[in-house]
């Protein structure tokens, strides 16, 4: 719908939608790495609270790349959405940033039977939990959707059990409570929840060498953030408004992913040979169904498709 | 006449939205068909959504909304009128309430949260902190509407001082004040999804959010009319009772 | 809010046994009495006292401070310099001993004409009040209209059902802003006679404001012309043979000496 | 005396704030010191936060809310005046709005975005959506309530019909719309925050939203306080307003 | 809003020149005309035909159906039966034509004295319409009152801005209720010389209602008197020597016949 360039204008835009996690995507906002690396690019910045809006503005047409995750990008890839956008890059695999809490005297996810937990409704978080359930075998589990400052204020109050939940409510909670599973564990069992890159099909198409810069920046950030971790924090703390030493605590929970280790069959694979992430959001798409969230299961190779592989450096 | 005009004009309305829907002017997921909206009220009446069924989901919300829309208007009124009759307290709540009445629910909704739990409490509070201001603003407008004659004549009856609010601002400000009613009870309908954000399944605003995070939209747009079709009652009561209240509107002496 | 004591403090309810004149001080009395308008001069400086038991009528052309005069005794307005009393206290505000008839008919509108008369009844008895509420109906000819809400009513209906309702009370002091203004000669012949015998028999103090130069010098036992804006008294004279005349020529000296300029 | 009443009510809040505050009543994630919020004030005049200072979040906000309410101020007057006036009207677009106007923001936000991208546009449009039914309401509620008299007079006076509206509708219903006008800019404030959801920043609504994401509790309440302060102003603005236009308030003939 | 033709189709503008009478149909007419307020009946049925340039006073007892008559022939009611004509044509609402006094001086609270009374004038040129303005409010008596808003005036100073507001336009009819009830009779007097005074130079078509016998009786050509409710002409008379009499007995008979029964 809304052309990739703005009426009257030669120059192309890009526009980003961002969100406020601490990955290199902040680091290459804070930096204006792309600013200077696509003069004749005009790059805009809008920032958006959830993967579910990432998704509405994709199909309204009003952002080029987005940031959303693994969640709301299979509902964006399966129907009824259809959405013409395709993931490029991986931001970050969610780790410890993302876990189930429970109050101290419940030590295992079994011990959460007829309890309740808290969790935002449709996010990673919503994913991970019922997957931990499932696979725990808890069904009576009484499961609400609060968002993360309610859920730490009805933990206060003690109107709950647990809760999945991310960072920084999460770092309150285990002040008082037990970690009954995290992200990265569930991501080693094949339940991986990531914050993806999504771009919208007609632009990757038109503009591959915009697409191609935007990738060789975000990997560049995640570099810097081995090569600099105190820079890095910097710009990130800086976004996020945190002091750097938050700020590198909270990008340590997430495992950020370079351009190579992206490319490996784990993640996104190569052209050819899409990676295993088609098979996780695939996987995902069941249990929503599952869930009653989904009406149907994509076949794989939408995800398969959905993967914009060849734009790795 | 009146039935037969608004007859046409919701059927109006209906092939508008058909037509739009066919034409796919915005991406079908945005703008169901109203055949799909239909199935969906005889699913989610039967089957339910969210583990209740459409009645259950409605009977929930209204009755946050009654409760808190009554605890609200009670609330306006008696703040209005101390605001109008009593200057200190005008110095005093008139900013007050100003202030409290411009803060975004969605950024205080968590200390609801703290203080009140997150059963039904936080709800009907923050129905009541969106109700209460229409009526206390209307109210205290009101009364300093009432014609100083009125209250004149009342204290040369007699009428001692702690009479005067309820035997002669009140009735006198009564048109101002059903006014504000109304428009409490729309902004309390507009709260609704807010503030079941927190743990508010069964409630109509709860499905609207679940099915929109799913994009289910038929059964958005199911809820929207649900929750519009209600609001369209309560205040055709709400107008009814102001003609039998207020006999008098554009024909005082 | 039923009071338990219902009788107990009901203002000027003992009026009628009591009889006229009782303490020495005025029933009403203006000492240098002014009032300004924003930077218009309304009244004043007035000086006047009224013993209790007095009917006085005030006279005076459109507009020269005869209302002005009543609301500050009524009052609904305090002075702008003077002081104004009632039974040698300062008033401070509208109050149950002082009855008002305004010029144009105030009715309760969310009331029926026989819930405005009630109004001041809010003491009495349920019984009380019902038949007391008829007295009055009767006398002001309202029988019929009691349940009509005022914009059910005309002019003269109106004008009758706010002088029932300030009577209605009894109180010791009668403030009466052109009450007959808009009744037919009978239904006003009527009226007057009506305020006459209860002037007789209960002593009450009147303040009446009429434009009519015969109302003026056959109902009360005196009269007083004012001229202006700002009001001031010309004339105060007790009802005589002769007084209709000096009252004629007292209205028409304060109109003409203004006719043409600022009213 | 009124000022010293005020700065007294203020200084007693700030102390029982502080009280609370030491007491750790509630925990401090929720309630900030006054001192810590005062920081933020400083920090983020200065030093800026989300990339914007405080000036800048406020301006942008600010702007939002004035386009809003002056769109859904002139658009509820409007349709006040024709549901009050015009008959046929009134049986059509009376329901309609009520309709609309107890739709909940949250619900069809999404759909704004669909309509109007995620610019400027979305953000005025709720808040204009927002602003209009109450300013509506007051409005048609208003216009019946002006006396038949003044109708008939313009008329045998040779208004026309198309000039009643303005000419002695508006005027007469002037006070409760004024009236309408105040509820309706507090709906406006108070929908700030979700009109900002989406591409909110700069923004104070957007500066609350990332800041509660992060738990900095102080500057979500610097954020409350200052969307408080400035809609007292605006409020203060039309309560002067209101006296100057509607000196009869109280004393109509 | 300022029409070009501004002052071509300005309502009776070229009465004063025209003189009374040009077409055969009376002015106004009313054929077996009743009014019902709900379920009960205020006027009628009542026949009536006014030839151009009639002066007609209307008397009757308090509440017999005067302004209820009034409001039918101004157009602000239809009637419950019959037909209401003007000039032949009949009445659908209020216009341009009647000018109306209301009983209560309904004056626009928002704007002064004179917007008020120039409220009828907006098809005039600034200037032309200014000076109107201040010709009335000489008429009347009102010009230091021109800026003041109409809870600034006096009972009497609102009645006559009201008759200068309806007179203002011109209008070929004027319907004035007990426009002179609240005025001092030196005021009264000067009114009724001035309305006498255009009634002879224009020859406009005035229906007067007033509970002044004396006034009914010399005012105008041509009285009837009203018994009510529900309103009937009982007596229909050209003002001659003996009618204050005839007009009185009228009057009183209508009164009694309903005194302590129904107003
Ligand atoms: N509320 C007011 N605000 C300003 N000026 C007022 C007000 N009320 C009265 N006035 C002015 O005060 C003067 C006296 O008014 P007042 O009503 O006392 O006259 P009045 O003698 O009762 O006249 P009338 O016989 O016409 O009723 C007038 O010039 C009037 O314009
Ligand atoms: N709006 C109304 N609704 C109901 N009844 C009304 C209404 N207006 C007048 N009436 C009734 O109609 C009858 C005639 O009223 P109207 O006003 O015509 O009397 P009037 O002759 O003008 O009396 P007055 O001299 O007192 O003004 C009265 O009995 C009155 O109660
Ligand atoms: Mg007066
Ligand atoms: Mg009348």
Redesign the interface.
């Known amino acids: 719908s809304?052309p990739a360039e703005a009426p009257g204008e030669k120059k192309t835009v890009l526009r980003i939608?961002y969100q406020?996690i601490p990955n290199g995507d902040l680091i290459v906002k804070d930096q204006k790495w792309l600013e200077t690396a696509l003069p004749g690019t005009e790059i805009t910045w809008?920032?958006?609270?959830s993967g579910?809006?990432v998704?509405?503005?994709m199909?309204?047409g009003?952002?080029d790349i987005g940031l959303a995750g693994s969640s709301p990008v299979t509902?964006g890839l399966s129907a009824?959405?259809n959405i013409p956008y395709r993931v490029p890059w991986i931001f970050d695999v969610i780790g410890d940033n993302e876990a189930l809490v429970a109050k101290k005297e419940i030590t295992s996810v079994a011990g959460l039977a007829g309890k309740t937990i808290?969790t935002p409704?449709?996010s990673t978080a919503h994913y991970s939990l019922l997957a931990v359930l499932a696979e725990a075998g808890v069904t009576d589990a009484k499961v609400?959707?609060?968002?993360?400052?309610?859920i730490?204020?009805?933990w206060?109050?003690g109107?709950?059990d647990a809760a999945y939940v991310w960072t920084?409510?999460l770092a309150?909670l285990q002040k008082d409570g037990g970690v009954l599973a995290t992200s990265r564990e569930l991501a080693a069992k094949g339940k991986l929840t990531a914050d993806l890159a999504v771009v919208r099909t007609e632009f990757a198409t038109r503009h591959p060498d915009i697409l191609a810069e935007w990738i060789k920046q975000q990997d560049r950030a995640v570099k810097l953030t081995r090569s600099d971790p105190p820079a890095a924090a910097a710009a990130v703390g800086r976004?996020?408004?945190?002091d750097p030493a938050e700020a590198a605590r909270q990008m340590g929970q997430l495992v950020l992913l370079d351009a190579t280790e992206q490319r490996s069959p784990e993640y996104l694979g190569t052209a050819g040979a899409p990676g295993k992430l088609a098979e996780n959001l695939r996987s995902a798409a069941e249990f929503l169904v599952g869930q009653k969230?989904?009406d149907a299961v994509p076949e794989l190779t939408v995800f398969q498709k959905g993967l914009l592989t060849d734009a790795l450096p | 006449m009146n039935l037969a005009l608004r007859l046409g004009a919701v059927l109006f309305l209906l092939a508008v939205w058909q037509v739009v829907a066919w034409l796919k002017i915005w991406p079908p997921v945005f703008v169901p068909e109203p055949l799909a909206v239909w199935d969906q009220l005889l699913r989610t009446s039967s089957e339910g959504y969210s583990g209740h069924t459409l009645a259950g989901h409605l009977l929930a919300s209204l009755r946050r909304i009654v409760l808190g829309c009554l605890y609200g208007i009670s609330g306006g009124v008696v703040l209005g009128l101390l605001i109008g009759v009593v200057p200190v307290l005008r110095t005093l709540l008139n900013p007050l309430v100003t202030f409290v009445r411009t803060l975004p629910p969605l950024a205080y909704l968590s200390l609801l949260v703290i203080w009140f739990g997150i059963g039904e409490e936080p709800k009907v509070w923050l129905l009541l902190l969106a109700a209460l201001p229409p009526v206390a603003v209307a109210t205290a407008d009101a009364v300093r509407g009432v014609h100083e004659d009125y209250l004149n004549a009342a204290r040369s009856l007699g009428a001692r001082p702690w009479e005067i609010p309820y035997r002669v601002v009140l009735p006198s400000a009564l048109p101002e004040i059903v006014t504000g009613v109304r428009v409490a009870v729309g902004v309390a309908y507009t709260t609704v999804v807010a503030a079941e954000t927190v743990n508010g399944v069964p409630g109509i605003g709860g499905m609207v959010r679940d099915a929109q995070r799913y994009n289910q939209t038929d059964v958005v747009v199911l809820g929207i009319i649900v929750i519009g079709l209600s609001g369209l009652l309560i205040d055709y009561l709400l107008q009814t009772l102001d003609r039998r209240l207020v006999p008098w509107r554009g024909r005082h002496i | 809010m039923p009071s338990p004591d219902r009788r107990g403090d009901e203002p000027g309810a003992d009026v009628p046994a009591s009889g006229p004149a009782l303490s020495s001080a005025p029933a009403i009395e203006l000492r240098a009495v002014t009032r300004v308008y924003r930077d218009r001069p309304a009244l004043g400086p007035v000086d006047l006292a009224l013993p209790a038991g007095e009917f006085l009528t005030v006279v005076g052309p459109s507009g020269c401070g005869k209302s002005t005069l009543l609301s500050l005794v009524a009052g609904f307005a305090p002075p702008t310099a003077g002081t104004v009393l009632a039974d040698g206290t300062p008033v401070t505000g509208p109050g149950p001993s002082r009855g008002v008839v305004f010029q144009q008919p105030r009715l309760f509108p969310w009331l029926s004409v026989a819930g405005n008369i009630g109004f001041g009844l809010r003491r009495l008895a349920r019984a009380e009040r019902a038949a007391r509420v008829a007295e009055l109906l009767a006398m002001t000819g309202l029988e019929g209209a009691a349940k009509l809400k005022p914009y059910e009513l005309s002019g003269g209906m109106r004008q009758r059902a706010a002088i029932a309702r300030a009577l209605a009370p009894r109180p010791k002091v009668l403030l009466m802003d052109e009450p007959f203004g808009a009744l037919d000669a009978f239904t006003r012949e009527r009226m007057q006679e009506e305020i006459r015998e209860l002037w007789r028999s209960t002593g009450v103090t009147v303040l009446f404001i009429t434009h009519d130069v015969t109302e003026a010098t056959t109902l009360g036992t005196r009269v007083i012309a004012l001229a202006g804006p700002p009001g001031r008294i010309t004339l105060d004279a007790r009802v005589s043979e002769g007084l209709r005349d000096k009252v004629e020529a007292a209205i028409r000296d304060a109109a003409s000496a203004r006719a043409g300029v600022a009213s």
């Open positions: 809304s939608g406020l809008s920032k958006f609270d579910g809006d998704n509405t503005a199909i309204a009003a952002i509902r009824p959405l808290a409704f449709s609400i959707d609060l968002e993360p400052p309610d730490q204020a009805a206060t109050r109107d709950i920084p409510v309150e976004q996020l408004n945190l969230q989904l």
